[in-house]
């Protein structure tokens, strides 16, 4: 199978990138890639020529039928559309939300860019480019919980969310899916899916809790050029 090339991934990261999915043990042409990502439904060995397995995580689509709107919570939930915001607010949540991220845990990346990249997706949410809504939760000046939302038709999906280190556990996370539920509901999306890493226990937990169930999972792999060959 021939590797599809990623360009805008390439670009970013300097590095030439390529993707493929397979269900299937096969020869994979590996055309002296920097990095293959390789996506599989299920668990099962993959080996590469000049190629070496860096780093491994299983993605996770959570999805929920919205039916009825969440009881309406008191606590104010702001909107970037009527409280213009910009990335310097929404740094450092913007991060938090990417702490089980591939792009932070593969080291070979690197935190700069990682940074970078969630920098780009912050602009890009509050530009309209990324999402058609963030909302967040403020605290004497500060951004102590966001979400962003994307619509597909009915289906809608959240790119980021997060909750500060020091606020979470007190319910925050929880009144900001119920404003984007009751969002949805109000705006034509029934339902709505949230994507997350297997390996992120304490999110799933919180998804499930929320009457979330999995849609989808799948392992994606990272492979980068030996360069000790």
């Not at 994979?28 to 099962?44: A, G, N």
């Not at 009457?211 to 030996?226: A, C, L, P, Q, V």
């Amino acid at each position: 199978m021939k590797v599809n090339y990623l360009q805008w991934d390439s670009d970013f990261f300097n590095k030439k990138i390529g993707d493929i999915s397979i269900h299937q043990k096969e020869d994979i042409e590996t055309e002296d890639y920097d990095l293959i990502v390789v996506k599989q439904p299920s668990e099962f060995n993959v080996e590469l020529k000049n190629a070496l397995l860096s780093f491994q995580e299983t993605k996770v689509n959570f999805i929920k039928t919205l039916e009825k709107p969440r009881q309406p919570d008191s606590f104010t939930i702001k909107d970037t559309d009527s409280d213009d915001k910009d990335i310097e607010f929404f740094r450092e949540l913007a991060y938090e939300s990417g702490k089980k991220s591939r792009f932070l845990l593969d080291q070979k990346f690197g935190e700069e860019k990682f940074k970078e990249l969630y920098d780009m997706w912050i602009i890009n949410s509050l530009n309209k480019k990324f999402a058609l809504k963030t909302f967040y939760i403020e605290e004497n000046g500060k951004a102590i919980g966001f979400v962003t939302l994307q619509k597909y038709n009915t289906l809608g999906k959240i790119g980021l969310i997060a909750t500060h280190p020091d606020f979470q556990g007190k319910g925050f996370g929880k009144k900001l899916l119920n404003h984007v539920e009751n969002f949805c509901i109000k705006n034509g999306i029934y339902q709505l899916e949230i994507p997350t890493q297997k390996e992120n226990i304490q999110a799933c937990a919180f998804y499930k809790k929320q009457g979330y169930s999995i849609k989808d999972e799948i392992i994606i792999k990272h492979y980068w050029k030996n360069d000790s060959l």
